[in-house]
């Protein structure tokens, strides 16, 4: 079992950037490296979709609308996901959703969210 806990969602401007962290508790870092991790986003009346997921050999992939605004990164010492957002756009305002996908069953965990407003 892991819980996460996303933070950093916040209110910023167009052409801002924003960092959103999320940690794993439950589980140690040792623990934590065989999690897939995932950041997704969800619109209101829309299918939650993937923004950008690190494995645990940390190979990174990213939804196109994302690519080269946004970097993933892990830390599996502080059992920590990070998503970085750069040149946000009002259309990146959504609830985002920290993911981890345990390489041994699949099982899949989600977080409660953190909200992103881009708005001037």
């Known amino acids: 079992q892991v819980q996460l806990v996303e933070s950093g969602g916040d209110l910023v401007q167009p052409g801002g950037s924003l960092w959103l962290s999320c940690i794993a508790s439950g589980s140690d870092s040792k623990i934590f490296r065989r999690y897939h991790m995932g950041w997704y986003r969800q619109a209101p009346g829309k299918q939650r979709e993937l923004v950008a997921r690190?494995?645990?050999?940390?190979?990174?992939n990213y939804a196109d609308s994302v690519k080269g605004r946004f970097a993933i990164s892990r830390d599996n010492a502080k059992s920590t996901v990070y998503l970085h957002m750069s040149s946000l756009k009002p259309e990146d305002t959504t609830d985002y959703y920290c993911n981890a996908e345990d390489i041994y069953d699949t099982k899949q965990y989600w977080g409660q969210g953190t909200q992103v407003t881009v708005s001037s």
């Open positions: 690190i494995r645990i050999g940390g190979s990174t």
